[in-house]
C-alpha cells in the first residue's frame, strides 16, 4: 500500500492513521516508534489518534524525520495540528485560509510546470547544489525503486532528504506523482560545457567516486593514470576517450533501468603551459 502525502489531508489525525495503516502488518510496532520520537507514553498516541487529545507544536515538530517530511510537508503539518488545536471560530478559520492557500500554491506549481519542457536557470541551481537530485532522477526510472522508502535505501539518504528532492523533482518536472508512486517526467534537462554549473556538476560526482574507492566491488572501475604524451598525439587520445563516451551513450540509451552507476572521464594537462 502506498503512503499517503499530508496535502492530501485536513486533520493531521486522519493523515497519522492513514499513513500507520500503509505499513506492512497494518502498521504493528509502528505507534511505538511514533511514541519515541514523540517522547511520549504508546497510550498517548492512541488518544491523540481517537480525538481525545493534540499533540504539542513540539512533538509534532520531532515527527518529521519518521514520516519522511521535506520542508513543505513539514510546515504544511503542523499547520495541520495549529488548526486542530484552535479553539475560536476566528482563529480556526485563520488556520483554514492559510492551508487552503498552501494548497492553491501548490495546485498552481504544478500548472506552472504542466508544459514545461527543459529546466530553467533557478532550478538547475538547484539540480546542481548536491549530488542526490540527479541520483533520484535517474532512479526511478527502475520501477522497483519509486517510493521514498526504496529510494532512500537504495541510495542510502534519508528519508527526510529524499522527499525533499522528490518534492522539488516533481514541482520541476522532471518527476511525477501518479498513483502513489513517483515516475519520470516529460522535462528534459542538459548541461552545456558552457554553464557556470558545470564545474559543480563535476565536482559533484568526483567527490562521490573519492567515496566509492573505499568500498569498491567486481563490478567498479577506477583508474588514474598520468602519462607523458606529445603534442601531436594527444587530440588522438582525446579522441579515443570521445569514441568511448559515446559506445557507452549508445549501449546505455536501449539498455533496461536496473542499477544506477556513475561514470566520470577527465584528461587534463598538469603544467602551465599544457
Avoid at 499517503?4 to 495503516?21: G, K, M
Avoid at 567515496?211 to 604524451?229: C, D, F, N, P
Wanted: glycine share 6%; net charge neutral.
Amino acid at each position: 500500500m502506498s503512503k499517503p502525502t499530508v496535502f492530501e489531508f485536513q486533520d493531521y489525525r486522519t493523515y497519522l492513521s492513514s499513513w500507520i495503516n500503509s505499513h506492512v502488518n497494518g502498521g504493528r510496532g509502528i505507534k511505538s516508534r511514533i511514541a519515541e520520537q514523540a517522547r511520549c507514553h504508546l497510550a498517548y498516541i492512541s488518544q491523540v489518534l481517537s480525538g481525545k487529545t493534540h499533540f504539542s507544536l513540539e512533538q509534532a515538530d520531532a515527527l518529521h524525520l519518521l514520516l519522511g517530511h521535506g520542508e513543505e510537508e513539514a510546515n504544511y503539518f503542523l499547520l495541520l495540528v495549529e488548526h486542530a488545536r484552535a479553539s475560536t471560530p476566528s482563529l480556526i478559520r485563520h488556520f483554514e485560509r492559510r492551508m487552503q492557500k498552501v494548497l492553491e500554491q501548490r495546485a498552481q506549481l504544478k500548472n506552472r510546470f504542466t508544459d514545461k519542457k527543459s529546466l530553467n536557470s533557478e532550478d538547475q541551481v538547484i539540480y546542481y547544489s548536491h549530488w542526490a537530485y540527479c541520483a533520484v532522477h535517474m532512479v526511478v526510472l527502475n520501477p522497483a525503486f519509486r517510493s521514498p522508502d526504496s529510494i532512500s535505501k537504495y541510495l542510502d539518504l534519508s528519508v527526510s532528504k529524499t522527499s525533499q528532492v522528490l518534492d522539488f523533482l516533481t514541482s520541476a518536472g522532471l518527476v511525477k506523482k501518479e498513483g502513489g508512486v513517483f515516475v519520470p517526467g516529460d522535462v528534459r534537462i542538459h548541461l552545456g560545457h558552457d554553464s557556470p554549473m558545470i564545474s559543480k556538476h563535476h565536482t559533484n560526482w568526483r567527490i562521490q567516486a573519492v567515496k566509492a574507492l573505499e568500498r569498491e566491488t567486481s563490478q567498479e572501475l577506477h583508474y588514474s593514470g598520468v602519462i607523458s604524451v606529445s603534442l601531436t598525439d594527444l587530440p588522438k587520445v582525446r579522441e579515443v576517450l570521445i569514441r568511448a563516451l559515446e559506445d557507452v551513450r549508445k549501449i546505455v540509451k536501449d539498455s533496461a533501468d536496473e542499477a544506477v552507476y556513475c561514470y566520470t572521464m577527465d584528461l587534463f594537462g598538469l603544467g602551465r603551459e599544457s
